[in-house]
């Protein structure tokens, strides 16, 4: 099982960028998908998660109205919108996959925002 994140970069504030996540080796569709992310020296915090069907989304306050995460079970990918971009939202980013069983974590991506 693989999670393979792409999309990070360096982007001048004001900026966006788009994160993706492809899965392999297992099928996603009936998972919860998310993105976390973690600057050097703190913990990993959640950024955006998915349900399963789409139906429920959830948002970090410090996100909220800038990014949208979006999956597509049919592609086994997970997305990330990141929109008006801040330099505090400077980390890696980790897509994540979990059921009640199992949690996956993706190999992570590094986004940089400057001022």
């Known amino acids: 099982v693989q999670l393979q994140a792409s999309g990070g970069g360096l982007v001048q504030a004001g900026g966006s960028l788009r994160l993706s996540c492809a899965a392999s080796g297992r099928t996603f569709s009936s998972y919860g998908l998310g993105w976390f992310r973690q600057v050097r020296g703190a913990e990993r915090e959640v950024v955006a998660a998915i349900s399963w069907s789409a139906e429920r989304t959830y948002y970090a306050d410090s996100v909220k109205g800038r990014f949208t995460i979006s999956r597509d079970n049919a592609k086994n990918t997970v997305d990330l919108q990141m929109n008006s971009l801040k330099p505090q939202d400077t980390a890696v980013y980790y897509c994540?996959?979990?059921?009640?069983?199992?949690?996956?974590w993706g190999q992570g991506t590094l986004v940089t925002v400057s001022s």
């Open positions: 994540n996959a979990r059921s009640v069983s199992y949690n996956y």
